[in-house]
T-cell receptor, first 114, second 113 residues
Framework: NAGVTQTPKFQVLKTGQSMTLQCAQD?????MSWYRQDPGMGLRLIHY???????DQGEVPNGYNVSRSTTEDFPLRLLSAAPSQTSVYFC?????????????FGSGTRLTVV | DAKTTQPNSMESNEEEPVHLPCNHS???????IHWYRQLPSQGPEYVIH???SNVNNRMASLAIAEDRKSSTLILHRATLRDAAVYYC??????????????FGQGTRLTINP
């Protein structure tokens, strides 16, 4: 039971480089989200998806793209990395969008942009 | 999202019960009370949730006040592995689309051996 798997665990990028953070879940969850966590701040929602082919923006979407071609995968793309995107990124999934459903989080990707 | 208030930090001893309080005086009638915890260098982990009645699972118990303006997460027998930041979050099932879990600062729980 892998749950939510994020790769890579650590990444260092140079300003202007692009990369994709991978997220995969094996629980057949429809709902997936990406959050970032910065020191001293709570998690903030970047993008989310309510099913394959359907995505929408969260609280801090600028500089990030997402797509959802399958139920299992929800990659997050950084188009042109900036130092302000240095953060820990978490992917989460849930079987329901309703208030009674809990979320399963991955273990995170720690990204440093220099 | 309705606001929750938690103490910044708490400390307890191993093998003793821990009661983590959360105030949510502006809770609406349909808000669910969720608890997550985040261990060092890990993603948040769902702990428990409830609406009106007290709830128990293998990890913890959730005691909800009769007026629902506060709740308490109870760890019955704390271990060193329970040292984490605990977040109390309200979720309204009527809100669709913006699946935003609003994480506040949470309570940093320290367990002494």
């Amino acid at each position: 039971n892998a749950g939510v798997t994020q790769t890579p665990k650590f990444q260092v990028l140079k300003t202007g480089q692009s990369m994709t953070l991978q997220c995969a879940q094996d629980m057949n969850h429809e709902y997936m989200s990406w959050y970032r966590q910065d020191p001293g701040m709570g998690l903030r929602l970047i993008h989310y998806s309510v099913g394959a082919g359907i995505t929408d923006q969260g609280e801090v979407p600028n500089g990030y793209n997402v797509s959802r071609s399958t139920t299992e995968d929800f990659p997050l793309r950084l188009l042109s990395a900036a130092p302000s995107q240095t953060s820990v990124y978490f992917c989460a999934s849930s079987y329901s969008n309703t208030g009674w459903a809990g979320y399963t989080f991955g273990s995170g990707t720690r990204l440093t942009v220099v | 999202d309705a606001k929750t208030t938690q103490p910044n930090s708490m400390e307890s001893n191993e093998e003793e019960p821990v009661h983590l309080p959360c105030n949510h005086s502006t809770i609406s009638g349909t808000d669910y009370i969720h608890w997550y915890r985040q261990l060092p260098s890990q993603g948040p982990e769902y702990v428990i949730h409830g609406l009106t009645s007290n709830v128990n699972n293998r990890m913890a118990s959730l005691a909800i006040a009769e007026d629902r303006k506060s709740s308490t997460l109870i760890l019955h027998r704390a271990t060193l592995r329970d040292a984490a930041v605990y977040y109390c979050i309200l979720r309204d099932p009527r809100i669709q689309g913006a699946q935003k879990l609003v994480f506040g600062q949470g309570t940093r729980l320290t367990i002494n051996p």
